[in-house]
């Protein structure tokens, strides 16, 4: 076709730039999506599609109590009134607010197929049913009382609520989800009941701070339950609208008969696939990258989820849970973004913001109502007094009604007569006949009376704002008592949350750590005592041999350190420790900081706070190894712990970290192997070095032995030595002569008589003694009751052993004064002639 420019001359043509018309067209779609499909309102936090579909079941009288009625007829009511887009859309949003799984508070009671928490898609609209949940009534409560605006829908022939009234703060109660152009939104559900009573306490205390917002509202709660893991990501998220929140599923390690552990998930982080999360799983044991799983079943119904992850024979279920959170979505990060609408523009917003536009938006809400029926209430009255004045002049009312040719003819001579308007004629000449009698009087007065009483409740509700205030924390507290349930997600305090220490009360607890590297904070617990060379009892199968191995006293606001056996050094507040019950074994270390699968935890120490102890940053800490290397390090070089540790000394790699000690500059320090050496010399004899160096020798180690034993000289206590064969002795102090560091020591315990030695430490007499053997028998025993004997004699019997086993491992703990101590038993044959024969020779000597 040929360009013709002649036909152009005779149009009009508008030059326009294109990007300028690019930038209004995108900018124009743009704010169309913000305000009209992705982002929630802050008043009632529903998006339109929502508030669309809520306002047509209740037009079409689909309340509770009512039957349920096909979805489609619902979908096609609001695609044709309301709603012009796609089915799809309708539907979708409205299955979601149907799911247990996805609404906290489910606003939409479904009957049918409406999906699952495995991703299973809902059945076609044609198939289920829904009607209103009970509490989606109170999101429309006296909508038909003026209370909101209503905006011509697209075409012009209906009108809808630009907003709900929502009787009850459904933006934080249920959450949302958008992401519109250029911006998202992201709001977690909270709990009603804590919702509500943050907000009843803005209303009484306006200048309310976060913290004290927090003490009702402490952080979200997803309708999937979980576990949030610290709370420094709900502070910044309601303190800035920002935030992220780690949700970890809920799993319990559970043992069966055949003494194998399988991890049963019972609870998930919000909006995670079950189905998908299975597939990981299995996906991660067949790459390798999670070893120790044998199979990985779903036996979820409708009592609830479990997820079953088996474990083989020799795996660690600690280990394996804590790389299931590292690598699959049992935890994951909910990122808060508190987006909503305010006034029609996007805000982002704290949580004081978004409570504070609630009470403003129910301020407004209640007042309407009441202007509603303040309205109301005064053209009834005003109705009663026509009819009141129409009583007492009957006769004439009627005679003049009778007189007329027409209606509006006696409508005008009752308006001449006396004086009525146009609407209190026309009651009076709508009358019927049987209100004219005596008793009907009565009742109109009854009626009048009662009506401006009402009268000036309301008006006096308008004139006083606080009675405002507190009717709607009276309606408030009523949808708590109704609607309100348990708080399902838990919330657990993590390492490295110093901004929640003003919350938690400064208390003295007991803190606990066993071999095995469980740890838990308690009030002062107790052990059963028993009487030296008891058998003791079975206290933990043989794979679990476990047992107090620290034990100490401070406060929930102290610096605890922990120390790996590869060398590094990880720090947690007291109270970030997890409280644990008397017999609860605590939480394993690897669920609280990152520690590698090839190291365990050796040593946990206290420091406590500089306001207590100014002193404490003179203080050094005392290291000691496997293979006699002794490291002494300036407190003040642990100042600044990281998250994931530091190193505290550098290790041969056949070494390990397995003694660590708090020291003053000016202790004795001792130090024993295996092999029935021992050598005390002066702390300072090891000088201070760096945190990264590798240390000094303690003590000349033989090619087959090895350290088993550091700790402090304190005037007052003993010296404790047990061998393997389950004999000991306590020693003054005084018995091992002070010498130089690195030397080979003294003799402490004749090992090819009485066998290798097991443990060596500084005890009290008032402490107690707890030992455990190869096979997983424990006994716990006063230290008292162990006689004291020069170096290096063979001791008593402490502890009695099966044929083959030997003792493993001595921790001192505490004595336990509350449990009578039983009398010592008579000593094995031959025991008591082998005792004398060696205080004979010690005296000679």
């Known amino acids: 076709m040929a360009f013709d420019e002649e036909s152009l001359d005779t149009q009009k043509v508008i030059d326009v730039e294109l990007a300028s018309e690019m930038r209004k067209s995108f900018l124009d779609y743009s704010m169309s999506v913000i305000t009209a499909r992705a982002l929630p309102d802050v008043r009632d936090g529903l998006k339109p599609v929502h508030r669309r579909i809520l306002f047509t079941m209740h037009r079409n009288g689909l309340t509770p109590e009512k039957a349920y009625r096909k979805c489609a007829d619902t979908v096609g009511a609001v ?45 076609a609209y044609r198939y289920t049913e829904s009607r209103m949940s009970k509490i989606s009534v109170e999101m429309l409560t006296n909508i038909d009382k003026e209370t909101v605006d209503f905006v011509p829908n697209y075409d012009d022939r209906l009108k809808e609520p630009s907003v709900l009234p929502a009787r009850f703060p459904n933006l934080l109660v249920n959450g949302s989800v958008g992401i519109a152009v250029g911006m998202a939104t992201n709001i977690p559900p909270h709990n009603l009941g804590e919702t509500i009573d943050a907000v009843c306490h803005l209303i009484d205390t306006p200048d309310a701070t976060l913290e004290e917002l927090m003490e009702h509202i402490h952080g979200p709660d997803f309708p999937t339950a979980g ?36 991890i049963h998930i019972g609870e998930l982080p919000y909006m995670v696939n079950k189905a998908r999360l299975h597939e990981a799983i299995d996906q991660l044991v067949k790459d390798k990258r999670i070893e120790g799983v044998s199979a990985v079943n779903d036996y979820s119904s409708r009592n609830g989820m479990d997820l079953v992850v088996d474990l083989k024979r020799d795996a660690n279920p600690q280990v394996v849970l804590n790389r299931l959170y590292s690598f699959t979505q049992m935890q994951s ?58 009583q007492d002049h009957i006769d004439e009312v009627i005679s003049l009604i009778r007189a007329s040719k027409s209606i509006p003819e006696a409508r005008e001579r009752l308006t001449e007569r006396f004086d009525f308007d146009e609407i209190q004629a026309n009651a009076i000449v709508q ?73 938690i009360p400064e208390e003295t607890c007991v803190y606990t750590m066993t071999t095995m590297g469980y740890v838990k904070r308690m009030p002062m617990d107790t052990y059963q005592s028993q009487r030296r060379g008891g058998r003791g009892i079975k206290g933990l199968t043989r794979r679990e041999e476990d047992v107090v191995q620290t034990m100490f006293t401070c406060s929930t606001h102290d610096y605890v350190m922990i120390f790996t056996t590869r060398g590094r050094v990880y720090r947690l507040k007291g109270y970030e420790i997890p409280e644990g019950s008397r017999n609860s074994r605590g939480m394993n270390i690897v669920n609280i900081l990152p520690i590698s699968g090839d190291e365990t935890v050796s040593a946990m120490i206290q420091v406590p706070n500089e306001e207590r102890a100014p ?55 001792i130090v024993a192997t295996r092999g029935g050496m021992a050598i005390r010399f002066r702390e300072s004899d090891a000088r201070l070095l760096g ?11 033989d090619e087959s032995d090895e350290v088993v034993g550091f700790d402090v000289i304190t005037e007052g206590k003993s010296i404790l030595t047990v061998s393997e064969t389950g004999l000991g002795r306590r020693s003054a102090a005084e018995n091992y002569r002070l010498q130089s560091r690195a030397g080979k020591g003294l003799t402490n315990y004749r090992t090819e008589k009485h066998g290798r030695v097991a443990a060596v430490a500084v005890a009290e007499e008032a402490e107690d003694l707890i030992l455990i053997a190869s096979d997983g028998i424990i006994i716990r025993i006063p230290a008292g009751q162990i006689s004291v004997f ?13 044929e083959g086993e030997r003792v493993m491992a001595v921790a001192c703990v505490p004595a336990n004064e509350d449990e009578p101590v039983d009398a010592l038993p008579s000593a094995e044959p031959g025991e008591a002639e082998d005792i004398a024969a060696e205080n004979a020779e010690r005296e000679e000597a």
Not at 241 to 247: F, Q
Not at 447 to 475: F, G, N, S
Not at 691 to 699: D, P
Not at 793 to 800: D, N, P
Request: hydrophobic letters at 40%.
């Open 431 to 503: 009358m019927q006949l049987g209100r004219l009698t005596g008793l009907e009087r009565t009742k109109l007065e009854e009626e009048m009376a009662a009506l401006r009483v009402q009268i000036a409740e309301w008006q006096a509700l308008l004139d006083d704002p606080q009675k405002l205030l507190t009717l709607l924390k009276e309606e408030l507290t009523a949808i708590r008592a109704r609607f309100a349930d348990p708080r399902r997600t838990e919330i657990q305090d993590v390492s490295g949350e110093v901004d929640i220490e003003d919350l």
């Open 79 to 123: 695609l044709g009134s309301y709603h012009p887009h796609g089915d799809a859309s309708v539907y979708d949003a409205m299955v979601r607010l149907a799911q247990d799984f996805s609404m906290r508070y489910m606003l939409v009671d479904g009957h049918g197929n409406f999906g699952s928490v495995d991703g299973d898609p809902p059945a």
């Open 691 to 701: 945190r990264t160096a590798r240390g000094v020798r303690a003590i000349q180690l």
């Open 615 to 669: 002193d404490i940053g003179d203080h050094s800490l005392c290291m000691v190894t496997r293979h006699g290397i002794i490291k002494r390090t300036a407190l003040r070089e642990f100042r600044n712990v990281r998250k994931n540790g530091v190193i505290a000394l550098s290790l041969d790699d056949d070494d390990e970290l397995a003694w660590v000690r708090l020291t003053n500059g000016a202790e004795e320090l």
């Open 790 to 802: 020069n170096r290096p004699g063979k001791g008593v019997r402490v502890m009695k052993l099966a």
């Open 333 to 390: 990060t909910f990122g808060v973004i508190m987006i909503a609408l305010v006034k029609g523009e996007p805000k982002l917003l704290n949580l004081q913001q978004i409570l504070r536009h609630y009470i403003d938006f129910q301020i407004e809400v209640l007042t309407r109502r009441t202007q509603h029926d303040l309205r109301k209430a005064r053209e009834r009255e005003h109705i009663l007094e026509a009819l009141l004045v129409a």
């Open 227 to 262: 576990i949030i893991m610290g709370r420094a990501g709900i502070r910044a998220a309601y303190a800035t609208g920002r935030g992220k929140v780690i949700v970890r599923a809920r799993a319990e390690i559970r043992e069966n008969r055949e003494g194998r552990f399988a």
